[in-house]
């Protein structure tokens, strides 16, 4: 057991300035109350606090496709118009509307995983906090779902640098599909979701029988569920699975995505789930003479969180769906507190959104029960199957590691008080000494080269096959030459390339 669990919180207050339109279900507002809410309890002075950096379309590039990250950056409401084609080949539109900041919303909240698992991998903490992440459903070439930017896969990406294996658990009512895809064909990633199914509940996707193909057979794992399920019945499913899982799989890190629209009364949900569960009191007459009153805690939404927490695995935590926002806000601070192990009162403190909390002003959210139609031998079924699926899998699959590909520039200082200049001159140092790594790495010194200039996009010859997450592609270009002169009027750079071409697995 380690004796003190160190914590990274990534949180960028812009997140939650976006707005979807006017009906929208999906309220980013909802991360300025959570993070509001973790600061009236002080939990902020128990972690790490970082604000992430916008991540380039270089890095959103390494699982999307180019030309899908290119157009998200130009297209605005204005412009929207003149490019029906696209949009309807990007799948924009009304669950994924174009709104105003859209690009810089998917920058913020990507870069907060990629940050995330990246001080993962260099060991800078046991437990990194993305609650802006999470966003699920979004394809290599498309949106789905109020999803843009599937930051979980490239999170992921970033983790199988350092990680032989990953494990992927989903607690949202809606199935991980995007993840699910994305690593459809690999036994590297291993992703585990328990959600709603059937009625035509989005995305249609996350049968018991949907377990992968190829290399990757047997290693996606869906849990689907009914209307109605509760806590007693979900934990105990969940921790069955996912202890057989991690004793079989023996993964190196895990990301856990926390969708909250699991919770009860959810204004898209359909689960019974509680935040941390209830306690029920139960009167016990042994004899006319000896009454005995035993309260019973029957666990809920956050007893996942720390159930995965106790197997002291590098952990990468992240938001998700959840509709009905103070209840999301309520949802993910006492997490984050499980996170902490830090048991926060019910009582809310003052703050600055403390009227949606009325009227009792407390964590627990109201009960609004409907029917559980996951009976016992329903769910006994379920079991059986995944835990049939898992006896295919004989033992952890090896993987050689290789040179582990350089991360983008790390500073351990702010770069929003530097002067632009010396913070140019400085990124540009870092990758000057780093030049002779291979500039197809993910991410590559010649990506970072390529973001911090953008005219040299064009020496880039990199492409990815269209498919799921299988192989890339492209031409592998190495920095064999990088002088720079600063002058007055701008910095002049001589670069000498050489290219090969290369075929790779993630």
């Known amino acids: 057991m380690r004796s003190k669990d160190k914590i990274a919180y990534f949180y960028d207050g812009d997140v939650g300035s976006v707005y979807f339109g006017p009906n929208h279900p999906m309220k980013p ?5 959570t993070h509001h809410l973790v600061l009236s309890y002080d939990l902020h002075k128990k972690m790490e606090i970082y604000r992430p ?7 959103l590039a390494q699982f999307h496709s180019e030309d899908y990250v290119e157009f998200l950056h130009r297209i605005r409401p204005d412009t929207q118009n003149s490019f029906r084609t696209e949009l309807a080949r990007f799948n924009l539109g009304e669950d994924c509307p174009v709104f105003e900041n859209l690009f810089e ?24 906090i993305n609650w802006a992440g999470g966003l699920h459903h979004a394809k290599k070439c498309e949106a789905s779902g109020f999803c843009y930017i599937n930051d979980l896969v490239l999170g992921i990406l970033e983790l199988l640098k350092h990680h032989a294996r ?3 658990i989903d607690i949202d009512v809606h199935h991980g599909d995007g993840v699910e895809e994305a690593f459809y064909f690999t036994d590297r990633v291993m ?11 989005f995305p249609g996707t996350g049968d018991v029988k949907e377990i992968g193909e190829k290399e990757g057979k047997f290693y996606a794992i869906n ?14 499913l969940f921790k069955t699975i996912i202890s057989k899982v991690i004793e079989i799989y023996q993964p190196s890190s895990i990301v856990l ?14 689960f019974n789930l509680s935040i941390d569960g209830k306690f029920l009191s139960l009167w016990i007459y042994p004899s006319l003479c000896i009454i005995a009153n035993i309260m019973i805690c029957i666990a809920g939404h956050a007893e996942c969180v720390k159930f995965v927490k106790k197997f002291n695995l590098p952990l990468l935590v992240t938001g998700g769906g959840g509709y009905t926002k103070e209840n999301v806000a309520r949802c993910w601070t006492v997490e984050t507190g499980v996170l902490l192990d830090t048991e926060l009162p019910n009582k809310i403190p003052e703050n600055e959104y403390l009227e949606y909390f009325a009227p009792d002003y407390s964590l627990k959210i109201p009960s609004r029960l409907i029917e559980n139609f996951n009976s016992k031998s329903y769910l006994s079924t379920i079991k059986v199957q995944v835990m049939e699926n898992l006896r295919h899998i004989q033992h952890a699959p090896s993987v050689q590691m290789q040179e582990v590909p350089p991360d983008f520039y790390i500073p351990d200082f702010d770069e929003d008080e530097q002067n632009p200049d010396e913070r140019m001159d400085r990124k540009l140092n870092s990758l000057i000494e780093r030049s002779s790594h291979p500039a197809s790495a993910f991410p590559s010194v010649f990506s970072q080269l390529v973001s911090i200039f953008p005219p040299f996009q064009s020496i880039h010859k990199t492409s990815k096959s269209r498919g799921m997450m299988s192989t890339t592609m492209g031409t592998m270009t190495t920095i064999t030459r990088l002088d720079h002169e600063v002058h007055s009027d701008g910095i002049q750079l001589t670069v000498a390339v050489s290219s090969e071409d290369y075929y790779s697995l993630p």
């Open 166 to 168: 990953v494990l992927y």
């Open 29 to 33: 507002h909802r991360l300025c109350m």
């Open 257 to 270: 995505q926390c969708g909250a629209d699991s919770l009860a009364g959810d204004r898209l949900g359909c």
């Open 105 to 128: 919303f998917c920058q913020i909240y990507a870069g907060g995983t990629i940050d995330a698992a990246r001080r993962l991998n260099n060991q800078l903490c046991d437990v990194a």
């Open 191 to 201: 992703t585990v979701s328990f959600h709603k199914f059937g009625d035509l509940f």
């Open 223 to 236: 849990v689907p569920l009914k209307d109605g399920i509760d806590d007693t019945s979900f934990t105990r």
């Open 53 to 59: 950096h916008k991540a380039y379309p270089s890095e």
